[in-house]
T-cell receptor, first 112, second 113 residues
Framework: DAGVIQSPRHEVTEMGQEVTLRCKPI?????LFWYRQTMMRGLELLIY????????DSGMPEDRFSAKMPNASFSTLKIQPSEPRDSAVYFC??????????FGSGTRLTVV | AQSVTQPDIHITVSEGASLELRCNYS??????LFWYVQSPGQGLQLLLK??????LVQGIKGFEAEFKRSQSSFNLRKPSVHWSDAAEYFC???????????FGTGTRLKVLA
């Protein structure tokens, strides 16, 4: 398996633009997680899905953030409109039940 | 609420020396415990995990960790550190049934040649 695949690896966008981050989880994994990592706040769980259904989105910072999982092999995290404080590394991770996460390589987002 | 603390932000050891990274958690029941490693520009890689049973857990890359319920700790150890172990290490705690893990703030390991 190729592991968890995230795209793009780097994204630079202007404030106010829409940003879409993509994730392909490991085949057979039934949980998918979106995390954000910053120096100030560390790793924060934004949202997670079980069998494509959002279970807990309490970590989503505000209405500008939305996430979808239309099928078992694809998820998106969208920020609209983006702001400079959204600059961070965004990780997608997947797991089979409680076996521990497999993380993607992350998307480094810079909003200027 | 569950929480996890990694008291050491930075640790420096010489290559070949032993290593212990500390992790303390706060949770009422038996937690699920994990250690992850993150190399620069990379995602986090699972080193080892504890769910139940033997309190000494062996992981990849020669790492081990010991669950001590009385001390609410899950410290990571390695008998002899290699230069390639330089990275950031994260402890995480989870609970049965939620699959939602809380990560510590990380310990950055520097290895001196």
């Amino acid at each position: 398996d190729a592991g968890v695949i995230q795209s793009p690896r780097h994204e630079v966008t202007e404030m106010g633009q829409e940003v879409t981050l993509r994730c392909k989880p490991i085949s057979g994994h039934d949980y998918l997680f979106w995390y954000r990592q910053t120096m100030m706040r560390g790793l924060e769980l934004l949202i997670y899905f079980n069998n494509n259904v959002p279970i807990d989105d309490s970590g989503m910072p505000e209405d500008r953030f939305s996430a979808k999982m239309p099928n078992a092999s694809f998820s998106t995290l969208k920020i609209q409109p983006s702001e400079p404080r959204d600059s961070a590394v965004y990780f997608c991770a997947s797991s089979y039940r409680s076996g521990g996460y497999t993380f993607g390589s992350g998307t480094r987002l810079t909003v200027v | 609420a569950q929480s996890v603390t990694q008291p050491d932000i930075h640790i420096t050891v010489s290559e070949g020396a032993s290593l212990e990274l500390r992790c303390n958690y706060s949770y009422g029941a038996t937690p699920y415990l994990f250690w992850y490693v993150q190399s620069p520009g990379q995602g986090l890689q699972l080193l080892l995990k504890y769910f139940s049973g033997d309190t000494l857990v062996q992981g990849i890359k020669g790492f081990e960790a010991e669950f001590k319920r009385s001390q609410s700790s899950f410290n990571l150890r390695k008998p002899s550190v290699h230069w390639s172990d330089a990275a950031e290490y994260f402890c995480a705690v989870g609970t049965s049934g939620t699959y939602k893990y809380i990560f510590g703030t990380g310990t950055r390991l520097k290895v001196l040649a």
